[in-house]
């Protein structure tokens, strides 16, 4: 058994999670910026690449032509909608970023509790408790 297998996809979880908060404290950060454009990724699709990449075969030699893509690709990345769109252009919605961000960051800190047991569970394992 590998040692990333333990882990499920918490592991590309967090990175895009990560991801996922930097994005909402850029917009966040430029609410105030006219013309700005408010981004955010669609996480299950971004997490759902990521699976696949990870499920894809492995290349053995430098000549082989590699199928894997990045799960924070462009087409992840999308603009959001405003629901009251402003004149200066800005699509920013602070209510609607903010509660993003704090769903975003309990979800983060749900998968640090997921891999926490399971490392903890493990360590039990390996020592014999």
């Not at 990333?4 to 910026?33: C, P, V, W, Y």
């Not at 454009?37 to 590699?66: C, M, P, Y």
């Amino acid at each position: 058994m590998k040692l990333g297998d333990a882990f499920g996809i918490h592991e590309q979880a967090l990175k895009l999670r990560s991801h996922r908060a930097e994005l909402l404290a850029s917009n966040m950060a430029n609410a105030d910026t006219p013309g700005f454009k408010a981004r955010d990724i669609d996480f299950k699709q971004a997490l759902k690449g990521e699976v696949v990449k990870q499920a894809q075969i492995k290349t053995t030699h430098k000549n082989h032509i590699s199928t894997a893509t990045s799960s924070l690709s462009p087409a992840h990345l999308l603009y959001r909608m405003p629901s009251q769109p402003s004149l200066d252009g800005n699509t920013v919605d602070m209510q609607q970023e903010k509660t993003a961000f704090a769903q975003n960051s309990m979800e983060y800190q749900a998968s640090l509790g997921f891999l926490n047991g399971k490392i903890k569970g493990l360590t039990r394992a390996i020592r014999g408790d």
